[in-house]
């Protein structure tokens, strides 16, 4: 593993200070866990329902889609294979790595993160089994009732947008299938505004 700071292995920390391999490790992880715990509730505070609505507001007024709350996706960072890890880390792009998931507002900041799945998982797979997922899931993530996205229209659930990786729930929308665009115009409307997003 690699510091932060430093870029130097936990190894190499440890021959400079005289400290074992775990105490570093130990040390670098307790440090981690401090800082999350101390500015995670300040840069990224649990979502409340009104932050939702104007996180949903900008995307309509920037990007003309209406009910959204976020955009979600993951990215897989590269790391060395971990001793006796196996397959586990070892991803489709033919590298190891760990995921980043991530649900971003309109501006592209982030609302709420998910961090060291494998990287042979898949994104939707991850999103099923995080927080985040299991949250929106069991709605239990201060998401509003549906609102009508027109004046007089029959009430839509919010959703967060994802690409073609994640499953399609009433919360969660994906492009159409390439199958079955063909020369449906509306879809391919469709199609375009969220790829934007």
């Not at 009430?155 to 690409?163: L, M, S, T």
Request: with cysteine; proline share 7%; net charge positive.
């Amino acid at each position: 593993m690699i510091s932060f700071s430093t870029g130097n292995s936990f190894r190499s920390i440890g021959f400079n200070y005289r400290l074992g391999f775990s105490t570093v490790r130990e040390i670098v992880k307790e440090v981690c866990d401090a800082i999350w715990n101390r500015l995670g509730p300040i840069v990224m505070p649990p979502p409340t329902e009104e932050m939702w609505k104007n996180v949903a507001a900008k995307y309509k007024k920037m990007w003309h889609f209406p009910n959204c709350i976020g955009a979600i996706d993951g990215k897989h960072i590269n790391i060395q294979c971990p001793i006796n890890a196996g397959s586990t880390y070892y991803n489709y792009k033919g590298s190891y790595s760990v995921v980043l998931l991530a649900l971003v507002d309109a501006d592209y900041k982030f609302i709420a993160i998910d961090v060291g799945s494998y990287g042979r998982n898949s994104d939707g797979g991850i999103f099923s089994q995080s927080v985040i997922g299991q949250k929106l899931n069991n709605k239990t993530l201060n998401v509003p009732e549906p609102a009508p996205l027109t004046e007089n229209g029959d009430p839509q659930p919010y959703v967060i947008v994802g690409d073609e990786a994640f499953p399609l729930k009433s919360y969660l929308l994906r492009p159409y299938s390439r199958n079955y665009l063909g020369d449906n115009e509306p879809n391919k409307i469709f199609n375009y505004r969220l790829s934007r997003i």
